[in-house]
């Protein structure tokens, strides 16, 4: 779902229901460095020097790729809410991504995933963006594109850790 006008193309959002309990969603999507798992973009995260856990003003360097191209941003976590949501703001583009959760009605999880633009896109970014990705409308359809593929692989995630859970908590044979 795209929340903006599509002409502008800056706020995005993605949603998916997971068979599992919103506290191990949490576990598997409040980490960072987990996002190399399910993001087509991003290669690798790490918590920066001193860092020792996700929380409110952690940050952290990701490496990404797109095609060729490659590039390092540099995050904060500017919202932690333990089992409800985590946000973070990308410094090089001002962006802020943010997952949260939210339990559904057959006791499962909705995911939800925004990319949000409170204080626009910065310049370089939107230049860049210009320059390699075919603009910003192109960029942004890539993005929601990625966000769907992510959120289906922390499904996938989630399921096959919760049918685990529930074999090993099983009192039957």
């Known amino acids: 779902m795209v929340r903006d006008a599509p002409e502008r193309w800056t706020d995005l959002e993605a949603t998916i229901d997971v068979d599992a309990s919103v506290s191990h969603v949490w576990d598997v999507v ?14 690798a995260s790490a918590l ?5 856990r996700m929380g409110l ?9 797109h095609g060729p191209l490659r590039w ?30 939210e339990p559904t009605g057959s006791g499962g ?35 929601l594109a990625g966000m769907r593929q992510t959120l289906r692989g922390i499904k996938a995630t989630a399921e096959a850790g919760s049918d685990a859970a529930r074999k090993t908590n099983s009192w039957e044979d």
Do not use: C
């Open 30 to 43: 409040s980490d960072v460095r987990r996002m190399s798992q399910w993001s087509p973009q991003v290669e």
């Open 48 to 52: 920066r020097a001193g860092v020792e």
């Open 57 to 65: 003003g952690a940050k952290f360097v990701s490496s990404n790729s």
């Open 72 to 101: 390092q941003t540099h995050g904060e976590v500017v919202r932690y809410s333990p089992e409800d949501e985590m946000a973070f703001r990308i410094e090089e583009n001002w962006v802020v991504w943010s997952f949260r959760v």
């Open 109 to 143: 999880t909705r995911l939800i995933q925004r990319r949000e633009t409170p204080d626009g896109i910065s310049p370089l970014s939107l230049e860049l963006t210009e320059t390699y990705f075919g603009g910003q409308e192109a960029f942004s359809r890539f993005m």
